[in-house]
């Protein structure tokens, strides 16, 4: 299995409990990784134990470096990881606030993050949670349209009981989050016209785009 497919597919797996580990990518713009951060949370209240990794080469996305995708999977399997966030977006500038550079003030190396809003930065009263969901009768022609079949619920019943236990978590910690209805050929139509395969960042992102819509 390919490196890529096996976090995506832990990411899948939903939250199976401690230890929970993390994985948030920087880099100098959106479009390369230079720096991977691998937090891994042995209990609820633990302190993280951080795990960093540099590109060496400036053409290299660390999101996709075969070599370094290994080098996570084998610290995740050492720490007995059960749970795995992984925002696969950069997330920010690769230098620390405090340490590479003053406190309050943008990073002079990385001029275009200085205007920009960082993924993590969105104020939390118009943050919410897109979570996709689909109609019963539509899980089969889903399942047969999917790219990422291997990482989805073999029947709508077992899907759905993981988003209610997702629901449930949010709502315990306050959470807000939506729920946004997709229909297949919806989700088909969309993924043509954006050339990507029909897989979970993109039901996502579609998600995403929908409220944004209903919003405005």
């Known amino acids: 299995m390919k490196p890529t497919t096996w976090l995506r597919k832990f990411v899948a797996r939903g939250d199976k409990g401690y230890p929970i580990a993390t994985l948030a990518f920087y880099g100098p713009d959106d479009?390369?990784?230079?720096?991977a951060v691998l937090g891994i949370f042995a209990s609820k209240d633990a302190e993280?134990?951080?795990h960093k990794w540099f590109g060496e080469l400036p053409e290299v996305d660390l999101r996709y470096d075969t070599k370094v995708q290994n080098a996570w999977i084998?610290?995740?399997r050492q720490a007995g990881v059960r749970s795995l966030a992984m925002m696969e977006e950069i997330n920010g500038c690769p230098h620390e606030e405090g340490v590479d550079y003053p406190l309050g003030q943008a990073c002079p190396e990385c001029p275009f993050w200085s205007e920009r809003r960082r993924?993590?930065?969105r104020p939390a009263t118009s943050f919410l949670t897109a979570i996709a969901s689909y109609k019963p009768d539509q899980w089969e022609a889903l399942l047969a349209s999917a790219a990422d079949r291997e990482?989805?619920?073999d029947t709508w019943e077992q899907w759905n009981e993981g988003v209610e236990k997702l629901i449930a978590k949010f709502e315990?910690?306050?959470?807000p989050y939506v729920r946004v209805p997709l229909d297949v050929e919806e989700i088909k139509q969309f993924c043509e016209e954006q050339g990507i395969p029909n897989d979970g960042k993109a039901r996502v992102n579609l998600a995403i785009r929908k409220t944004e819509q209903n919003k405005s």
């Open 119 to 121: 993924p993590g930065d």
């Open 48 to 50: 993280p134990q951080l």
């Open 151 to 153: 990482n989805l619920e």
């Open 31 to 35: 479009k390369k990784a230079s720096k």
């Open 74 to 76: 084998e610290t995740i």
């Open 172 to 175: 315990a910690k306050s959470i």
